[in-house]
Protein backbone atom coordinates (compact mmCIF):
# COMPACT_ATOMS: atom_id res chain seq x y z
CA UNK A 1 0.00 0.00 0.00
CA UNK A 2 1.49 3.28 -0.59
CA UNK A 3 1.94 6.05 1.77
CA UNK A 4 -0.59 8.00 0.41
CA UNK A 5 -3.80 5.38 0.68
CA UNK A 6 -5.24 5.22 3.33
CA UNK A 7 -8.82 3.11 1.89
CA UNK A 8 -9.23 -0.37 0.79
CA UNK A 9 -11.49 -2.80 0.24
CA UNK A 10 -11.21 -6.56 0.59
CA UNK A 11 -13.42 -9.11 -0.38
CA UNK A 12 -14.44 -11.45 -3.58
CA UNK A 13 -13.19 -10.25 -6.90
CA UNK A 14 -16.42 -9.17 -7.92
CA UNK A 15 -17.77 -7.65 -5.22
CA UNK A 16 -14.66 -5.02 -4.86
CA UNK A 17 -13.46 -4.93 -8.41
CA UNK A 18 -14.94 -1.22 -8.65
CA UNK A 19 -12.82 -0.15 -6.02
CA UNK A 20 -9.59 -0.93 -7.50
CA UNK A 21 -11.56 1.69 -10.56
CA UNK A 22 -11.33 4.26 -8.14
CA UNK A 23 -8.00 3.84 -7.21
CA UNK A 24 -8.64 2.25 -3.77
CA UNK A 25 -6.41 -0.58 -2.63
CA UNK A 26 -8.94 -3.85 -3.62
CA UNK A 27 -7.50 -7.17 -1.86
CA UNK A 28 -9.40 -9.70 -3.42
CA UNK A 29 -10.17 -12.49 -0.91
CA UNK A 30 -12.23 -15.72 -0.73
CA UNK A 31 -10.71 -17.47 2.16
CA UNK A 32 -11.08 -16.43 6.01
CA UNK A 33 -7.03 -16.79 7.29
CA UNK A 34 -6.11 -14.81 3.80
CA UNK A 35 -8.91 -11.61 4.34
CA UNK A 36 -7.79 -11.91 7.82
CA UNK A 37 -4.12 -11.35 7.30
CA UNK A 38 -4.93 -8.72 4.79
CA UNK A 39 -6.72 -6.99 7.55
CA UNK A 40 -3.94 -6.63 9.75
CA UNK A 41 -1.14 -6.07 7.13
CA UNK A 42 -3.51 -3.16 6.05
CA UNK A 43 -3.84 -1.88 9.92
CA UNK A 44 -0.60 -2.28 9.94
CA UNK A 45 0.25 -0.20 7.00
CA UNK A 46 -1.34 2.66 8.74
CA UNK A 47 -4.95 2.12 6.57
CA UNK A 48 -7.29 4.38 7.70
CA UNK A 49 -10.80 2.80 6.40
CA UNK A 50 -11.03 -0.90 5.37
CA UNK A 51 -14.04 -1.60 3.51
CA UNK A 52 -15.02 -5.99 3.46
CA UNK A 53 -17.80 -7.78 2.09
CA UNK A 54 -20.13 -8.58 4.64
CA UNK A 55 -19.19 -12.42 3.83
CA UNK A 56 -15.85 -11.79 4.30
CA UNK A 57 -16.46 -9.88 7.74
CA UNK A 58 -18.69 -12.68 9.12
CA UNK A 59 -15.65 -15.29 7.71
CA UNK A 60 -12.85 -13.14 9.82
CA UNK A 61 -14.52 -12.16 12.37
CA UNK A 62 -11.93 -12.36 15.27
CA UNK A 63 -10.14 -9.85 12.92
CA UNK A 64 -12.20 -7.82 12.34
CA UNK A 65 -13.74 -7.72 16.28
CA UNK A 66 -10.03 -6.92 17.03
CA UNK A 67 -10.09 -3.60 15.91
CA UNK A 68 -13.68 -2.67 17.28
CA UNK A 69 -12.26 -0.54 19.86
CA UNK A 70 -9.20 0.96 17.67
CA UNK A 71 -9.87 4.13 16.51
CA UNK A 72 -8.14 2.95 13.19
CA UNK A 73 -8.95 1.14 10.80
CA UNK A 74 -12.57 1.57 10.31
CA UNK A 75 -13.68 -1.89 9.24
CA UNK A 76 -17.29 -0.99 7.43
CA UNK A 77 -19.04 -4.00 6.44
CA UNK A 78 -20.57 -3.68 2.81
CA UNK A 79 -23.19 -6.11 1.18
CA UNK A 80 -21.54 -8.47 -1.41
CA UNK A 81 -22.28 -8.49 -5.31
CA UNK A 82 -24.80 -11.30 -3.89
CA UNK A 83 -26.87 -9.16 -1.63
CA UNK A 84 -26.31 -8.06 2.21
CA UNK A 85 -26.38 -10.91 5.39
CA UNK A 86 -27.58 -7.79 7.51
CA UNK A 87 -24.33 -7.68 9.30
CA UNK A 88 -23.94 -3.70 8.58
CA UNK A 89 -27.06 -2.78 9.78
CA UNK A 90 -27.19 -5.50 12.83
CA UNK A 91 -24.16 -3.76 13.91
CA UNK A 92 -25.22 -0.08 13.44
CA UNK A 93 -28.41 -1.31 15.23
CA UNK A 94 -26.41 -2.29 18.38
CA UNK A 95 -24.45 0.67 18.39
CA UNK A 96 -27.31 3.04 18.40
CA UNK A 97 -29.10 0.46 21.17
CA UNK A 98 -25.50 0.99 23.77
CA UNK A 99 -25.19 5.02 23.01
CA UNK A 100 -28.89 5.26 23.43
CA UNK A 101 -30.73 2.56 25.57
CA UNK A 102 -33.34 2.26 22.56
CA UNK A 103 -33.52 1.10 19.41
CA UNK A 104 -34.70 4.18 17.62
CA UNK A 105 -34.10 2.64 14.33
CA UNK A 106 -36.89 0.39 14.37
CA UNK A 107 -38.92 1.68 17.00
CA UNK A 108 -38.46 -0.83 19.85
CA UNK A 109 -37.58 -0.72 23.30
CA UNK A 110 -35.44 -2.39 25.60
Known amino acids: MSNKTSIAA ?5 SI ?4 ALGIEAVYSSDPR ?3 RAIHRLAREGCKVIYITEQA ?3 AKEAVDRYKTEPFPAIIPIPSRIGTTGLGMRAIRANVEKAVGADILFGEER
Open 17 to 20: MLFK
Open 10 to 14: IGDRD
Open 34 to 36: ETE
Open 57 to 59: AEA
